[in-house]
């Protein structure tokens, strides 16, 4: 059960951080933008690693970033 929430939370943050990296590259970013990625993902596998769950974190935002990436590739492309 627990395992299933840090995988959740990873994955939103993978989303989260695709939509800010986005964000950035269409010059609507703001100077603290990359901190604020940064504290999202670190965060998370911070906070997955103390509760002894890091693997299922990891896994979450890398499939909630890859499933982001590809969803914006299709409407960019």
């Known amino acids: 059960m627990t395992a299933t929430l840090f ?3 990873g994955a939103a943050v993978g989303i989260a951080q695709v939509w800010l990296l986005a964000r950035s590259a269409g010059g609507r970013s703001h100077a603290q933008s990359f901190l ?3 504290l999202l993902v670190a965060g998370v596998l911070v906070f997955a690693a103390a509760a002894g769950h ?3 974190g990891a896994l979450g935002w890398l ?4 499933v982001a990436v590809a969803v914006m590739v299709r409407r960019l492309g």
């Open 36 to 38: 604020v990625r940064l």
């Open 63 to 66: 499939m909630g970033f890859g």
């Open 7 to 9: 995988g959740l939370g």
């Open 54 to 56: 890091v693997v299922s």
